[in-house]
């Protein structure tokens, strides 16, 4: 990565002791409060996880985006970072909801301990770290968990304390006269508010996308609540004292080239497709093509012109119903995988392209059936591709993530796309179609997005008048 001026973005991480402390109603609700107060915010989110920034995003009012080292690499991190800060206009601040726990990462033989974990992620940006602590089971003993989380690490700046889950003015007095002690500043508590939970299902929250109206309600009563409770000029003066970073923003259009005839791009859209980084949308336009959205929940037809389609992440288990219904889209999307028109499916992509979810007619593309499961298919993949496709030549290497609760059968086809384990290969390649459990971050291996890009160039689309 090209190194520029050093860029000053205030900035701060909000990371917590471990899953569950609240800190993606701590993140939503700050990020609305300053964006009630005028300023511009940007949302980021360690790791792979896709709900979370969708309700960033609708504080902000930008899009929430990922940072996950184990996806894009380290050198990555911190021009991404000043994408999402800089773009389309720069943040007066930037808030980083972590993941798990402070010092959780990645738990593969690959890389070591805490490798993408928020702690690292704070490190590679240089930025202090505000902890959400869930206090609700807690009173004196608060000081030495947040005693040990701020000595375990001492190139880690630990910058202050929000409590989350008070009962009390007296639980709080306590909780703070505690912490004084310790050293550590408190800059904000916030109460029990069972009211504000997030609805969750079977794969974590449910999507903002999903709850529309609601999911802004809760947003802007986040934001509220915050408002009132955390001390927002001390957050706004940690997030300041950030030193610049020494990183040049990530800029698509130099991970591509252009390619010809600037082929139309469909993107599956909708409370049905959810999941997806917004850098995979952003290395398709900087390869010159024009990426439009579909909705399978509701539009009856593809996009004229359509030359490739994308299937992203999402929950088409919920609405398997209502994509069944669309017979006259299933139909187009079958009859584009016929004319060997390039199709990257992830996970629920593969799903709609199966022929059948729990025995809904789908797309019939593959030659497979799908079927909910109890059990969670769960972590990040160092995957290696099997057969030669639109996304990528046999032998490529790239990493990902699986987070399904889904299967396949069978759970690959004869030409498999990937192979993460020795207990075999998955996916499946046909002709222009690439399907497959796995999550991937395009700006980790931007050469997925040229080569599928340059592919879309080589099928001619079926144009077609709509009345």
């Known amino acids: 990565m090209a190194i520029s001026a050093p860029v000053r973005v205030p900035r701060v991480v909000l990371a917590a002791p471990g899953s569950g402390s609240g800190k993606t109603s701590i993140a939503t609700g700050l990020l609305a409060a300053f964006a009630a107060r005028g300023l511009t915010v940007s949302p980021h989110k360690v790791g792979p996880d896709y709900i979370d920034p969708g309700y960033h995003g609708l504080a902000a ?29 720069p943040a007066d601040l930037a808030i980083v909801e972590g993941v798990m726990g402070l010092f959780d990462g990645a738990t593969h033989p690959s890389v070591p301990p805490g490798f993408a974990s928020t702690a690292h992620v704070a490190a590679l940006l240089r930025a202090p770290v505000l902890l959400v602590v869930d206090a609700s089971a807690q009173a004196r003993s608060v000081a030495a968990l947040v005693h040990g989380f701020a000595t375990f690490d001492p190139g880690l700046r630990l910058g202050g304390v929000i409590l989350n889950r008070v009962g009390s003015d007296r639980h709080e007095a306590v909780l703070r006269e505690a912490l004084g002690a310790a050293g550590v500043p408190v800059l904000g508590a916030v109460r029990r508010l069972e009211a504000l939970a ?119 288990e919920v609405y398997a119903a209502e994509l069944s219904a669309n017979a006259s889209l299933r139909a187009e999307v079958a009859a584009l995988a016929g004319r060997g028109a390039p199709i990257a499916a992830e996970c629920a992509g593969l799903l709609y392209l199966a022929r059948s979810l729990d025995g809904l007619p789908m797309c019939g593309v593959l030659d497979a059936d799908a079927a909910m499961t109890p059990r969670l298919s769960l972590g990040y993949r160092a995957a290696v591709a099997v057969s030669d496709s639109v996304l990528a030549p046999a032998g490529s290497r ?17 030409t498999p796309a990937w192979q993460w384990s020795a207990a075999g290969a998955e996916g499946f390649v046909a002709g222009g179609v690439h399907a497959s459990y796995l999550h991937l971050n395009w700006a980790g291996s931007p050469e997925l997005a040229q080569r599928f890009a340059a592919a879309c160039t080589a099928v001619p689309a079926a144009p077609r008048a709509r009345s």
Do not use: M, Q
């Open 61 to 89: 009012g930008r899009p929430g985006r990922n940072l996950d080292p184990w996806l894009v690499g380290e050198a990555r991190v911190a021009p991404l970072f000043l994408r999402g800060a800089l773009h389309p206009r």
């Open 198 to 316: 997030t609805p969750s299902r079977h794969l974590g929250l449910v999507p903002a996308a999903e709850r529309s109206t609601e999911a802004v309600g809760t947003v802007r009563a986040l934001g509220e609540v915050v408002s009132g409770a955390v001390d927002l000029d001390a957050v706004l003066s940690l997030a300041r004292s950030a030193p610049p970073l020494e990183a040049a923003p990530w800029d698509p259009a130099a991970e591509v080239a252009a390619v010809s005839g600037r082929p139309r791009i469909a993107v599956a859209g909708g409370p049905a497709f959810t999941f997806g980084y917004a850098e995979n949308d952003e290395l398709l336009a900087a390869a010159d093509a024009e990426v439009v959205t579909v909705d399978p929940l509701r539009d009856e037809f593809l996009p004229d012109g359509t030359a490739g389609l994308v299937v992203g992440g999402g929950f088409p």
């Open 398 to 414: 790239v990493r990902g993530h699986e987070f399904h609760r889904t299967v396949t059968d069978p759970g690959a086809g004869p």
